[in-house]
């Protein structure tokens, strides 16, 4: 590590810009090892007097003129600035400077992907291309002439409109982009390369005629057509939901392989991650064309919260990503299921969040320091910070909530603003107090609230005493503005009608049966009055706020809730936390040697569930899914693994046993009805409720066969890889066969083979590690690709909790070779893959001491990148 620790930056130390910049005219002579950048920016000083101060990484700087003369000696220069000193109010700045695309691994600035030329900006990359004033509160016009050889870049693309093209000597040709509104640095694009394309055309509500293309290789460009009808789909939601209208004549999108995030929402040109675009029904599952229709959205509703609107500072991250998350989560809803996708991002958050909530790298959605702001891409800025935006709807329904959105723009358009600028709008046109909210974007962790209820019977009335709290704030917790949506039931499952003691803060949502009750201070107690008997009471209904629940069912409430119950999401959950409670009473029961027990309430609430033929098939197939082994470790406060993996085990296994014959039943009945691939909501629900038996029947060693049938039939890469991920899980003598079939079968498929690597890194095989490594020695494995990385090192670190914890250490020595060799090549994936030593302290001491050593080995590597020095920093000091 090196002496010299990285500067940390604060939100309390933020000034505003000294120059702005009115306008920029960049010119690229593209050469794969010798690109050349010319910037000529217009400049204004808003601060007179202080110097010009513009951030560069990795540049070559060849010249500097001020109003055309030359000044490249009087300019300071460093490993990231470039500084010049000037009294001069307004003025023109070249800076000429040359990089090299085909060596940059980082994926950062402009880079050479199979040929193409491509950039990433967000959130610092700018700077990796020319010298500028790369921050998110500097917005100017940008022309983008680019220029290169026409066998090697036939297509040439940036932001905005082409306004010009034309050819030039030595068989080259040019491109110029102009774009028409302000934007900041992080949301210029430049794709230049062979790249094909198919066309489309949607007529926005005001009457024009936009274009739609997106560009692939060649041999992708069969695989295209449902990102476009995506596409539409979001342009008309955005107009039909929110009333907002695409602004260009034109909009782009190009996939390409080697892409360190999702995808970019880049004005007019958005750059995805081929995982993002490219689907058809034999190389691609349910889940696959459900992330992309709602990628393809998420980038597309940025087009208004997060380029018309856009972050001062990325302290405000959030303001457009929890944004824009909670859009295209209400833009699934809308599209498939809004029942089903609540729980799936419910699950989500759990899984991936919460675990983040309770580590070294805990911060609030709006952190207040960073080192490494690509560290800060997190579930919290993201899935935390959409559960927030979701707060505000909850509170003000959905007309205050589009009225706040209105006022937001009317506003803010054009503008690089905060998360108080978003409240206040919200307020404002509600005419109600949220300065409350405030303390949900600057307090870390995961609220947890306590609930405890009593029924009078002789005055009918039920009191629920609330407590909360968030134990990583301590003395210094400022109480939450929590909105908790209940019902109740009887003790037969009847929904009980109630009435609300005067006074408080309450709204009725259906008839008498449901209520929001607004929660603001640390304690609080809520009187029902006229129930007729003891309730048995339905909370958090929706999940309406991001909290854990502490009240203390009875494993017969829960099972009657999770049968009768008419919330989604309080069904799921019921029977989530019987199942959960299941498990950790027979985890006792295993660490102390003991026979484990199944309850007559698991048995009777799983087969309750399972034999509701009324029910959305889907939800079923959720609900009959038990905790993940990631969720379940987070309830001890020190994780035993083995004891984790084998009592989940068990109890599918026990559950598969017990229920074998009705779960053959449904597997059969949804197998018969099979037909050609449709991206329906209802054959999605059909397909997870079969693969969801299959799941525990291929447990049962005499029903292997069922899952071999499956995957043998090819009949959709869904139900290809449900019988692949559960053959990869045994040992059985075909095993490996099938492995070797779906590899010949999809070699030269880059997503498709990811999954291939994803399966096996992820499987818990007696020899997990041993597959791992050789897996990093495949051919087909390299380190310069992102996604076969997180396919075999993210998989492995994240999900194979028994390869990677293994008792004798060599699972973390591994991975932490892997990562110093992956920092050199590309940090940001790096921090990435390092994410699972982050909870060393959770584990027993054996794993603690092993799991700390290979942190220390990471951190000894001298010049290790700002991005992994923070996470194993931060780390090691917890």
Not at 57 to 64: D, F, G, M, T
Not at 418 to 425: G, L, M, Q, S, W
Not at 499 to 514: M, R
Not at 748 to 766: I, M
Request: charged share 25%; with cysteine; hydrophobic share 40%.
């Amino acid at each position: 590590m090196s002496t010299e620790a990285p500067t940390v930056n604060y939100l309390a130390d933020y000034q505003s810009p000294f120059y702005s910049i009115e306008s920029v005219f960049l010119e690229f002579d593209l050469q794969p090892q010798q690109t050349v950048v010319t910037n000529t920016m217009k400049l204004r000083a808003e601060q007179p007097g202080q110097p010009l101060v513009l951030a560069g990484e990795e540049l070559e700087l060849i010249k500097v003129l001020l109003n055309g003369e030359e000044v490249t000696e009087a300019c300071r220069v460093d490993d990231e600035t470039l500084t010049l000193e000037t009294e001069l109010q307004t003025f023109e700045l070249t800076v000429v400077t040359q990089i090299s695309p085909q060596t940059n691994t980082s994926l950062e600035g402009l880079y050479r992907s199979s040929g193409n030329y491509c950039t990433q900006c967000e959130a610092e990359g700018f700077r990796k291309i020319t010298y500028f004033l790369d921050r998110p509160d500097v917005l100017t016009y940008f022309t983008t002439k680019i220029v290169a050889d026409k066998k090697a870049c036939k297509v040439l693309l940036s932001n905005g409109n082409l306004v010009e093209s034309g050819d030039l000597e030595g068989d080259r040709h040019y491109a110029i982009w102009e774009d028409p509104f302000k934007k900041p640095s992080y949301l210029f694009a430049l794709v230049a390369g062979n790249l094909e394309h198919i066309e489309d055309h949607f007529i926005a509500a005001d009457g024009r005629k936009i274009v739609l293309r997106i560009y692939v290789e060649e041999r992708n460009i069969d695989k295209c057509q449902h990102a476009m009808v995506s596409l539409k789909k979001s342009m008309k939601w955005d107009e039909d939901r929110f009333g907002l209208i695409y602004d260009l004549d034109i909009y782009m999108i190009v996939a390409v392989d080697d892409f360190n995030m999702g995808a970019m929402e880049n004005k007019g040109l958005n750059v995805f991650n081929s995982k993002y675009v490219l689907a058809k029904p034999e190389t691609a599952t349910d889940v696959d064309y459900e992330g992309i229709e709602a990628v393809i959205g998420h980038e597309y509703f940025h087009n208004w919260t997060g380029n018309r609107v856009t972050c001062r500072d990325w302290f405000q991250l959030t303001l457009k990503e929890g944004l824009t998350v909670f859009r295209d989560q209400e833009f699934t809803a809308d599209m498939l299921s809004p029942a089903v996708k609540r729980i799936e991002d419910v699950r989500r958050l759990r899984n991936n969040q919460f675990p983040e909530d309770a580590g070294p790298m805990s911060h609030p959605i709006q952190p207040q320091s960073y080192i490494e702001m690509n560290n800060f891409y997190t579930m919290t800025v993201y899935e935390k910070g959409a559960e927030v935006v979701r707060l505000y709807h909850t509170l003000l329904g959905e007309e205050g909530f589009q009225k706040g959105m209105k006022l937001y723009f009317q506003r803010h358009d054009g503008q690089a603003v905060t998360v108080e600028d978003f409240r206040n709008a919200m307020a404002d046109a509600n005419a109600i107090d949220l300065s409350q909210m405030h303390n949900w974007y600057v307090q870390s962790g995961t609220p947890t609230l306590r609930i405890e209820d009593r029924y009078d019977p002789e005055t009918r009335t039920y009191t629920l005493q609330c407590q909360q709290s968030l134990p990583e704030q301590e003395s210094e917790f400022k109480p939450l503005l929590i909105p908790i949506k209940i019902g109740l039931l009887s003790e037969n499952g009847e929904v009980l009608t109630f009435t609300v003691q005067p006074g408080v803060d309450f709204e009725t949502l259906n008839g008498v049966e449901e209520v929001l009750l607004t929660m603001t201070e640390e304690t609080q107690t809520f009187v029902f009055e006229n129930v007729e008997s003891k309730p048995v009471p339905s909370l958090l209904r929706g999940f309406s706020a991001p909290v854990y629940l502490e009240f203390d069912y009875s494993a017969e409430a829960l099972s009657l809730l999770s049968r009768s119950d008419n919330d989604s999401f309080v069904r799921w959950e019921a029977f989530q936390t019987l199942a959960l409670n299941e498990i950790k009473l027979n985890i006792g029961r295993y660490e102390q040697q003991q026979v484990l027990q199944v309850s007559d309430a698991m048995k009777a609430a799983f087969s309750g569930v399972l034999q509701d033929h009324a029910a959305d098939r889907a939800l079923t197939a959720l609900t009959l899914t038990l905790p993940d082994l990631t969720y379940i470790g987070e309830q001890f406060e020190t994780i035993n693994v083995d004891a984790v993996y084998e009592v989940q085990r068990w109890l599918r296994m026990q559950m598969a046993g017990a229920f074998k014959a009705q779960l053959e039943s449904v597997y059969a009945e949804l197998a018969g009805q099979q037909g050609d691939y449709r991206y329906d909501k209802d054959d999605i629900a059909g397909r997870m409720l079969k693969n969801v038996c299959l799941d525990y029947l291929v447990l049962l060693e005499d029903r292997f066969t069922l899952a071999e049938e499956q995957f043998k039939a090819q009949q959709n890469m869904t139900d290809v890889l449900a019988a692949l991920n559960g053959i990869a899980h045994t040992d059985h003598k075909n095993r490996q066969a099938c492995l070797d079939e779906f590899y010949q079968k999809w070699m030269h498929d880059p997503l498709v083979l990811d999954k291939w690597f994803a399966l096996q890194a992820g499987s818990h095989h007696v020899h997990a590690l041993e597959h791992v490594k050789a897996l990093v020695s495949h051919p087909d494995f390299t380190y310069e690709n992102p996604n076969r990385v997180r396919s075999v090192l993210g998989v492995f670190g994240r999900l194979n909790l028994l390869g990677f914890h293994r008792a004798d250490g060599e699972g973390y020595e591994f991975l932490a070779d892997q990562v110093i060799k992956l920092d050199k090549i590309n940090p940001q994936v790096a921090a990435r893959i390092v994410a699972p030593f982050t909870h060393w302290k959770r584990y027993d001491q054996l794993r603690q001491g092993q799991m700390k050593s290979a942190l220390k080995k990471i951190s000894a590597v001298k010049g290790l990148s700002k991005d992994v020095f923070e996470i194993v920093s931060k780390s090691l000091s917890a």
